[in-house]
């Protein structure tokens, strides 16, 4: 995280559980990443969930979900705690195994999210587990990125223009957003301050092997690519 405030192109995310491939690829074309971790929790995003398949070729999907202690429906992400009563990290590695046993790569992967299970399994906080397993994924992947969490940054409290205040806060002078922000982002709300607005549009390359799959998930890919492979799809190759 050092010299976060000598780089230009700004993304923000919030840190979701195993994320989609398409969210490290706006990693990689970032200079800085923030966690945007200050955020009420909202059951429709993938904060505490990811998607697998069903079946070993299977399109349909189901949900590794990690179990919350109960609190209020306007909780911030960062505040969010994990039940530690329920073994949650081991019961996804035995369904992941179980999915992912036939894969190409199964053996390589499955080593090291056994590993990486482990080193959050004492975990208490979502925010923290979901940060150290995208650090972890970014450098398997070697993305190296300057990375923040905004509620370490000193911005205003403000839901409309938070991106921009975040931007500014790192001194940047561009802010990376998905498509779907085109839905409600101005440029020339950016534009006042001095910062492009630019979109991303990441569409996994389809490959002769692979298997479409609803979400893409970094998992599935890692599995049925490998390293290597998945190191390439991420820099949308």
Sequence with gaps: MDNIFDKKTVAIHQPNYFPWLGYFHKIYACDTFVFLDNVEHSKRYPTRRTRIRKAANDESFEWLTIPLK???DFELIKNLEVDKKQDW???HLNILVNRYNKTPYFKEIIEK???LFLTVKSTSHLAEINI???VTIMEWL???RNLCCSS???ILNSEKNKNIEIVRALNGTCYLSGIGGSNYQ???DFSQY???LRYIDFKLQQHKTYQPFIGNTILDILFRYGLEQTKILVQGK
Excluded: Q, V
């Design 142 to 144: 070697d993305i190296e």
């Design 194 to 196: 001095s910062i492009e």
């Design 132 to 134: 150290i397993l995208i």
């Design 186 to 188: 101005m440029p020339s």
């Design 152 to 154: 370490n940054l000193e």
């Design 113 to 115: 999210l056994e590993e």
């Design 89 to 91: 990290s081991s019961k």
């Design 70 to 72: 109960k609190h209020s």
